[in-house]
């Protein structure tokens, strides 16, 4: 038998900031998420994404220790189009989010973008630049 990978986690220090940050980028989680210690949002081809609080990792690790510094995880969300990158940034910053780079034309075809979320993760956006 092999393994199949399944899902992504995140562990988390506020669900109730890290619930919305996600739902603005078009992440659907079950009503009143941002109250629970374990969340989880579908994902394309039947992957999912995973919130646990540091609480709920506790409860079966005591001795967890989040990472003192940012980039526990990048994720990476691919928009329709170049518009749209700078729109959902754009979005994301209004909303109170962290940007680490601001949308820009990268050489290698891409419109590209970086923020934040809330526990310092790296969540690039971007989409093939069309000339």
Known sequence: MTARFDAIGITVSHMDRSVPFYRLLGLEFPEKAETEG??????????????DTEEVVRSFDPEYEPPTRAGRIGLAFLCDSAEQVDEIYS????????GKMEPFDAFWGQRYATVFDPDENLVDLFAPLRH
């Open 38 to 51: 374990h969340v989880e949002a579908a994902l394309p081809g039947g992957m999912r994404l995973m919130l």
């Open 91 to 98: 979005t994301m910053i209004n909303a109170g989010h962290r």
